[in-house]
């Protein structure tokens, strides 16, 4: 069937350095590619999306990598802060609907 | 920006028993949809809504929930009658409605209760 997935349950870095969160998506149709922070007691907060033309896209502190290769999608986190602890969600989406499907998201958690 | 609004925040009902939730989508979004969220999992659409008409309701469990977007703005889900796994958090999105896939910017969503 089709999925997106998430390596790791939660990750845990120092405040200050770099996180990567990893997914995995499985649908070669998905042209659309998307991630959300989620605060607890809170709805997904957009962070950043990338279309499948491009490999690579870059915000404020944050940093999507694209590789359609091996179907992979990765955030990047500069100089990560308390603010950053959250779930995170990848979702992927296609075709003319505008639909998502999400991941089962990855717990960051800050070390001060 | 206003973001998307929903009410009410916190709900807590007996099984058997209905319940609506309600939304406010950004002002021009033209789509519109409603997901659930069960504890520890990823948002699962239920519905999805462009102006008033429904493009997408292939995981609504019809027979006991329903959702309208009579004027293309608002719109309400309703479950009737509630069962103990219907117990999630109720998120609504709203996206500006282009062709293609865009940005679904979610509310802080309904918290439901199933007792």
């Known amino acids: 069937g089709e999925s997106v997935g998430l390596h790791l349950p939660t990750l845990s870095v120092q405040e200050g350095d770099n996180s990567i969160i990893n997914c995995a998506y499985s649908n070669s149709a998905s042209d659309y590619f998307i991630w959300y922070k989620q605060e607890s007691g809170k709805g997904p907060q957009f962070i950043i999306d990338?279309?499948?033309?491009?490999d690579k896209r870059q915000g404020q502190r944050v940093t999507v990598l694209l590789n359609k290769t091996v179907k992979h999608l990765s955030l990047q986190i500069a100089a990560t802060q308390p603010g950053d602890s959250a779930v995170y969600f990848c979702?992927?989406?296609?075709?003319?609907?505008?639909?998502?499907?999400f991941g089962k998201g990855i717990t960051l958690s800050v070390r001060p | 920006e206003a973001g998307v609004a929903q009410s009410p925040r916190y709900k807590i009902i007996e099984k058997r028993q209905s319940v609506a939730f309600w939304c406010n989508p950004i002002s021009g979004h033209a789509t519109l949809y409603w997901y659930q969220q069960i504890l520890g999992q990823g948002p699962k659409l239920l519905i999805q809504f462009q102006n008033n008409g429904v493009v997408d309701d292939s995981q609504l469990p019809k027979d006991r929930f329903s959702a309208e977007r009579l004027k293309g703005v608002d719109s309400t889900l309703k479950i009737q009658p509630a069962k103990l796994e219907d117990s999630a958090v109720y998120l609504c999105a709203s996206s500006i409605g282009l062709p293609g896939v865009q940005p679904q910017h979610f509310g802080d969503g309904t918290r439901l209760s199933i007792l």
């Open positions: 979702a992927e989406g296609g075709g003319a609907n505008s639909k998502l499907t």
């Open positions: 990338i279309r499948s033309n491009m």
